[in-house]
């Protein structure tokens, strides 16, 4: 029997998605599971699998469409099979859509100046990121998203093309004279467009500082054993497979939240919801912004297996290629800026989850032990909570639950 792919909710306020390209065509045979459509939304470009195996017979939105969630957009069954004629999609066009080129074009060396595109470059954030990276002139290359928007895939044409990658914006030269004070030259603002990541990520943070009453508790927690434990660990384990800190962390976090239920909830009018599972969210830094992958059963799994679904989801969704699966359904959150030598900082929580743990850098810092005066290693994180879940008390005694299993990492093998 025919089934209808719908177009995937991939956000806690996504409403629509555009529809980039198709990745499989009409007449095509898929696999359950099979990459079929590549979706940008306010957060990245999702790459959305096929939910059925069989063959593609009905395409139901053109690529360039902006269609709701939940709207069909493909329709997916066997070779002979009759399809009703009705099936239909609600979907509106992307104002000014252009048909698209069968390739990205780029534009002719020999152009005049007066040919240069004037104005900002029409880009997605990951597009202009590739593009930066690989010192790609924006200008020379022909968009084929909607409205004539450079999206990742022009980039990438353009790249395998031999396009130029010259900079060609104009150069200033200085000249200084010997006996002259060297003055810089004055400097204008410039306007920036938020991208509709950085937007999205604004909408969302003002409503959880506006509707969430938040409080914080922090703790310090003693690394030494944690650290040794990790450089054994990672004696056995090749360059590519070595757990971090964060990977310990993570599993401390999820093994404490079994003891605090409460904490891995969510509110809805005057119930609190328990999340049967644990399913810890990890910020990933991405251009334009930050994005929640999600380890799902993380209490379940060992160190390996968190580690390398972390660095697997936080690739894709640098390189935009993240999958619903990665995003969706986290039931509690963790931000770590330990990498950035950060002694402590607050994160705001990420509804509709009632908490959210921020950790800070691992430091060797002098401490008292036994009335001496010694080395050690210490961390501190907060975890900011939702007031109308828990209150500080259960706060801190869960914190109190994570010392336990971060001071003494070998319970966490056990």
Known sequence: MAETINMPKLGFDMQE?????????????????????????????????????????????????????GDPIAVVGSADEVISEQLSVSSKKVADEKPLPSAPTIAPVAQTAAAVQEGPVKASPLAKKIARDNKVDLSRVQGTGPGGRIVRKDIETALAGGALTVDRRPQTVISVPPSTVYRPPSTEDQVIQTTKLRQA???????????VPHFYVTHEFRMEALLDMRKQINAYLPDNEKVSVNDFILKGVALSLRQFPNLNATIKGNEVVQFGHVHVGVAVTVPGGLMTVVVKD?????????????????????????KPDDVEGSTF???????????????????????????????????VESGELKVGWRMKATISVDHRVSDGAEAAQFMQAL????????????
């Open 403 to 414: 010392a336990g299993f971060l001071e003494n990492p070998v319970r966490m093998l056990v």
């Open 201 to 211: 990520i604004g909408r969302r943070l003002v409503e959880s500082k506006q509707t």
């Open 333 to 367: 959150s963790t931000s770590n800026l330990g990498m950035y030598d950060v002694e402590d900082f607050i994160a705001i929580i990420n509804p509709p989850e009632a908490a959210i743990l921020a950790i800070s850098s691992a430091r060797e810092v002098p401490v």
């Open 298 to 322: 993380t209490d379940q799994k060992t160190l390996r297996q968190i580690s390398g679904e972390v660095k697997a989801m936080a690739a894709r969704a640098r390189e935009g290629k993240v």
């Open 17 to 69: 998605g555009l529809l980039v390209r198709w990745v499989k065509n009409e007449g095509e045979n898929v696999n359950k599971g099979d990459v079929l459509a590549e979706i940008e939304t306010d957060k990245a470009t999702v790459e959305v699998e096929s939910s059925a195996s069989g063959v593609v017979r009905k395409l139901l939105v053109e690529a360039g469409s902006i269609v709701p969630i």
